[in-house]
């Protein structure tokens, strides 16, 4: 024996960080099925027994989307993408040796095609790991705006996956695959903040555990676009929220709207009216069956259009602002962390709908404005700088969510699936954080 | 990561109310995209103007 354990030759070997994060994910995987069955066998116990329903039973739990798709698609949906995303995120904030920090980053750099001479940062040991480095700054000057002040700039380095005009409230996704703005955004219309208080703050929607899902009532809606209609439009001076809403009234295609088919929407109805005030009470009565987010009616006839940008693990990780606009409320639905990529966008099927997200809603020089970052299971959290109580991919966050399910299960009302927050401004005329074209936002952090 | 804009712009030549409503609608310069598909970008450039 003791020979044997003289000769023997001893090599240690480190276990591969996949195998890792493998297995500590099929625990997790195997977790969530043993909590989903016990979850499911209390309910039908409860069913049984006759205990259920609103004032005995345990109310229901935020229920997880399955997409459907591919096999892989239907792979990836089983793999507990948030817990994955978490790992992963602190794995890269794990602090990297000194002198492996230069080769380490210029072999990220090559692999993923980071131009380092426009980073503001030339000395790569200044990054203690990936993860700032990811969140790196640019040289001032190396992004210099486009100077036309009616255009609308990239907000992040990245490639173009579809870009067009909106129609039937329907967000076309690569190969015709759609999905319609409601589930985007959410479909109710956004609060905004009454109070005036010092930039940047925000106003937590104290009631975010369940709204309606279906649009505002018709009533409140044209009354509170009735006193505001046709202001000049100039700069942040815009018809107020989302009232008047007829998209292609001056173009006579009104078929293109999603309004419901009335005789009040018919277009041969649309030029009758020869007086202003006529005019008014008919398109007050057309906005009470608009969407919250159609374009709004003002002198020139507006359309909606939407970009998607896809931002590749070698980009510049931090947004910009693509227009002068006004922010006015934000929402975050804690969703999935699928991964963004183009051929998921692809095959996935509404796949910005079941992501987590934070829909930066507002008004800019010609109306609505919206401003979503998508996250991935790579790219963990969005961070919004004038947002300090944001959290997402957050356990606390999820619980919340979950919490609100049950609240609104308890009230007998569907969830909303958001949590809501309005910005408030030091001037009550802009009602909501202003931004600058160009202006940095905030960013994507690993983790 | 992604990141999806949505907004408003017009569609068309800037009419007067009456004329607008009254007389139709007026095609002109509206929104352009300065982009394609699976175009490259960076902060700043431009996606389209008015």
């Given at each position: 024996l003791r020979a044997a354990l003289r000769s023997t030759k001893v090599e240690w070997k480190p276990i591969p960080v996949g195998l890792g994060i493998a297995s500590l994910g099929v625990l997790q995987f195997y977790r969530i099925q043993r909590r989903e069955q016990a979850r499911q066998e209390e309910e039908a116990r409860q069913t049984a027994g006759g205990e259920g329903g609103q004032d005995g039973g345990k109310p229901k739990k935020r229920q997880r989307v399955r997409p459907t798709g591919p096999w892989s698609v239907q792979i990836m949906s089983t793999l507990p993408l948030k817990a994955l995303s978490r790992l992963w995120g602190r794995f890269n904030e794990l602090e990297i040796p000194y002198y492996l920090r230069v080769p380490g980053f210029k072999l990220y750099s090559f692999v993923f095609g980071v131009n380092l001479s426009e980073v503001s940062e030339p000395d790569l040991h200044a990054y203690p790991n990936l993860a700032s480095f990811f969140y790196r700054t640019l040289k001032p000057g190396v992004r210099?705006?486009?100077?036309?002040?009616?255009?609308?700039?990239?907000?992040?380095?990245?490639?173009?996956?579809?870009?067009?005009?909106?129609e039937h409230g329907e967000v076309e996704q690569v190969k015709g695959v759609t999905y319609s703005l409601d589930s985007l955004l959410g479909s109710q219309k956004p609060k905004t903040s009454g109070t005036s208080t010092p930039s940047g703050n925000t106003t937590p929607d104290t009631n975010i555990a369940s709204s309606p899902q279906s649009p505002?009532?018709?009533?409140?809606?044209?009354?509170?676009?009735?006193?505001?209609?046709?202001?000049?439009?100039?700069?942040?001076?815009?018809?107020?929220?989302?009232?008047?809403?007829?998209?292609?009234?001056?173009?006579?295609?009104?078929?293109s709207s999603t309004t419901t088919q009335t005789p009040a929407t018919d277009q041969s109805t649309a030029a009758s009216p020869s007086s202003e005030s006529e005019v008014r009470a008919d398109l007050a009565l057309r906005a009470s069956e608009q969407p919250w987010w159609a374009p709004s009616f003002t002198k020139t006839p507006t359309a909606l259009y939407y970009c998607v940008v896809y931002l590749a693990p070698g980009d510049y990780h931090r947004f910009h602002s693509p227009v002068s606009w006004v922010v006015e409320s934000r929402r975050h639905f804690a969703g999935e962390l699928y991964s963004v990529s183009p051929y998921l966008q692809r095959t996935l099927p509404g796949l910005f709908t079941l992501n987590e997200r934070v829909v930066l809603l507002g008004r800019w020089r010609w109306g609505f404005f919206s401003y979503t970052p998508v996250g991935a299971t790579n790219v963990g959290s969005i961070v919004i700088n004038f947002d300090k109580e944001l959290r997402t991919n957050s356990l606390l966050t999820d619980t919340a969510a979950d919490r609100a399910a049950e609240e609104a299960a308890r009230r007998g009302e569907a969830y909303s699936g958001f949590a809501e927050a309005t910005y408030e401004s030091a001037s009550p005329l802009l009602r909501g954080h202003a931004l600058k074209r160009g202006e940095e936002m905030g960013g994507f952090q690993l983790g | 990561s992604t990141i999806v804009l949505v907004f408003e712009a017009p569609k068309?030549?800037?009419?007067?109310?009456?004329?607008?409503?009254?007389?139709?609608?007026?095609?002109?310069?509206?929104?352009?995209?300065?982009?394609?598909?699976?175009?490259?970008?960076?902060?700043?450039?431009?996606l389209g103007q008015v």
């Open positions: 210099p705006l486009d100077p036309n002040p009616h255009a609308v700039l990239s907000p992040a380095d990245g490639k173009v996956i579809q870009f067009g005009t909106i505002q009532p018709s009533s409140e809606r044209s009354k509170e676009g009735s006193a505001e209609v046709i202001k000049d439009d100039e700069e942040f001076a815009q018809v107020n929220g989302i009232s008047y809403t007829l998209p292609n009234l001056f173009s006579g295609d009104l078929s | 068309g030549q800037r009419p007067s109310f009456d004329e607008g409503y009254q007389e139709g609608k007026r095609e002109g310069p509206g929104w352009e995209w300065n982009i394609e598909p699976g175009q490259h970008v960076k902060v700043g450039q431009a």
